[in-house]
Nanobody, 114 residues
Framework: QVQPVESGGDLVQPGGSLRLSCTGS????????MAWYRQAAGKERELVAS???????TYSDAVKGRFTISRDDAGRSVYLQMNNLRPEDTAVYYC????????WGQGTQVTVSP
């Protein structure tokens, strides 16, 4: 097992945008269900978005219409485009292989603040 590597987190003003990237190695990437989670300070980790091998996506109500998850199987990568960011989006964002279940990485910090 090898940890996924997340990148792209930054400090951004409300209304701004960020694009998070995640790269994982090992296995047949195109068969995996991949997901983005986030954990705000003092809160439980929550599912933000997921994408199945066939491309079907799901989103939490909190981010629906603002975030878009996508994948590049050849590049073994998953992306999270985040638009119209709000202060409540501030969290550490994690990429995770939901199926088959995989290890957790270190995450990338997203801070939305005026």
């Amino acid at each position: 097992q090898v940890q996924p590597v997340e990148s792209g987190g930054d400090l951004v003003q409300p209304g701004g945008s960020l694009r998070l990237s995640c790269t994982g190695s090992g296995g047949i990437f195109g068969t995996y269900t991949m997901a983005w989670y986030r954990q705000a300070a003092g809160k439980e980790r929550e599912l933000v978005a997921s994408i199945r091998s066939g491309g079907k996506t799901t989103y939490s109500d909190a981010v629906k219409g603002r975030f878009t998850i996508s994948r590049d199987d050849a590049g073994r990568s998953v992306y999270l485009q985040m638009n119209n960011l709000r202060p409540e989006d501030t969290a550490v964002y994690y990429c995770h292989r939901d199926f088959p279940n995989g290890p957790w990485g270190q995450g990338t910090q997203v801070t939305v603040s005026p």
